[in-house]
């Protein structure tokens, strides 16, 4: 696809009956309508899409067949059943929605709810993790503090997305404690490495993807494919404990240090809400082969705030970065993911890896904005170079133009190591 597809769920003028999302600075106007899964004291799991303040529950929509004809996909209380249709069936289903959310809609009786009156879960089954490292800046800066600055990129990082696999398993929503990690540290000097809780401990401000549509074992994507295939985007936090991944990385990467918690957003922004936000990438500077070779901007311009607050404190803003600066696109992550046969399925995760850009405030981890702990950062109250336990990371994303398409938050606390038994 070479240029963004709009339509008249995208038409700036819009305005919803819900008066909370006609707000200029609301995160989920008529034009968003992000999908996400609740439930109320304790009850069953229901799907909702956001609007304004307000949450139109869609499992009860269904149920009164107010979605129009087709196969129920919203009984489940996950987005798997949705995210497994065509991609077809993703805009008609959204263009219902805006429908009966419009000012123009004469029944306003729909079954809905406050978003401060629910708990938040994990909004689709995620059946695989994978996280790359698409971010050029990003991988400059690390590459300049543990390798040679003039060389600072290894050889392949110009040429192919990298990436390795996480767990799945520890993919939770916003809001969920993470426990600092036991793990196998060593200090350079040290004769051998010692059994403790993490020590530099680190959060990275990426975008997840979740696909929609997979591709069959064997047979690859192309980058337009792939693009089709990602159903929607969330806010991505891979906490990362840095003195256990420095022990255990090499030779095959990162495993104990990464495996213990990744955080989402709980509301999925589609693809196409994001449509009209759609950019290009940097600059090549090396020609890319032709499978990862993209016919229209596949980037989106969002901007995402990292919020650091210690135990008890306000919370301050240490970084402002942009998604439009990933060198490698979701798609091209995609596509790659697949080239070998590798069959992607519905609920697999994508995260871009940190994402940082040029000038320090954008650096997006503690990792960089603290240069590997030699230059504090500000936080209410003190000085941060890695984590503490209470502290709380947050992180907000949005678009902006003629009305505002946001993620939410995307947040966790720190609570401390467990007790090692021995």
């Known amino acids: 696809m070479s240029a963004p597809r709009l339509d008249e769920t995208h038409d700036p003028a819009r305005r919803s009956w819900v008066e909370s999302a006609n707000a200029p600075d609301c995160d989920f106007p008529i034009q968003n309508l992000p999908y996400g899964v609740f439930s109320e004291g304790g009850g069953a799991r229901r799907v909702g899409v956001a609007i304004g303040n307000m949450i139109l529950d869609l499992t009860a929509t269904e149920a009164q067949g107010r979605l129009g004809p087709g196969a129920p996909v919203f009984g489940e209380g996950v987005l798997n059943p949705l995210m497994a249709r065509p991609q077809a069936d993703w805009d008609e289903m959204r263009r219902r929605i805006a429908g009966l959310l419009d000012e123009r809609a004469g029944a306003r009786d729909l079954p ?17 993790f994978t996280d790359f490292y698409a971010s050029r800046e990003h991988a400059t800066n690390v590459g300049s503090m543990f390798r040679d600055p003039e060389n600072a990129l290894l050889p392949n990082w110009l040429h192919v997305p990298i990436g390795y696999n996480g767990r799945a398993s520890t993919v939770v929503v916003s809001g969920t404690e993470i426990t600092r990690p036991l793990g196998q540290l060593k200090a350079p000097d040290d004769e051998a490495p010692r059994l403790g809780p ?10 997840g993807a979740l696909v929609g549509t997979g591709n069959a074992m064997g047979q690859p994507m192309t980058t337009a494919e792939a693009f089709d295939a990602i159903f929607g985007y969330v806010l991505l936090n891979d906490w ?6 420095v022990w255990e990385y090499q030779p095959l990467g990162p495993f104990q240090s990464k495996a213990f918690g990744t955080t989402i957003s709980p509301w999925v922004v589609t693809r196409a809400a994001l ?17 990862l070779s993209e016919a229209g901007p596949n980037n989106f311009d969002i901007v995402i705030e990292g919020d650091l607050a210690p135990d008890g404190c306000a919370p301050r803003t240490i970084l402002r970065t942009n998604a439009r600066w990933l060198y490698y696109s979701a798609a091209q992550q995609l596509a790659h993911h697949s080239l ?3 069959a992607m399925e519905t609920g697999d995760l994508l995260g871009s890896g940190t994402i940082s850009g040029a000038e320090q405030d954008s650096w997006g981890s503690l990792l960089e904005l603290t240069w590997n702990g030699r ?3 500000q936080v209410e109250g ?5 984590l503490q336990d209470g502290d709380t990371v947050t992180l907000r994303g949005w678009c902006q133009r003629r009305y505002r ?14 007790e090692w038994r021995k």
């Open 112 to 128: 809905m709810v406050a978003q401060g009156d629910v708990e938040m879960h994990l909004p689709a089954y995620i059946r695989g």
């Open 198 to 207: 993490s020590e530099r401990l680190d959060f990275e401000v990426e975008l």
């Open 240 to 245: 990362s404990a840095r003195d256990i991944q």
């Open 275 to 291: 449509e009209p936000f759609r950019t290009q990438p940097p600059s090549r500077v090396k020609p890319l082969l032709p499978y």
């Open 340 to 342: 070998s046969g590798c």
């Open 375 to 377: 230059d504090p950062v």
């Open 382 to 386: 003190g000085t941060r170079t890695f």
């Open 405 to 418: 398409v946001g993620f939410g938050a995307c947040a966790g606390t720190i609570r401390p190591a467990p």
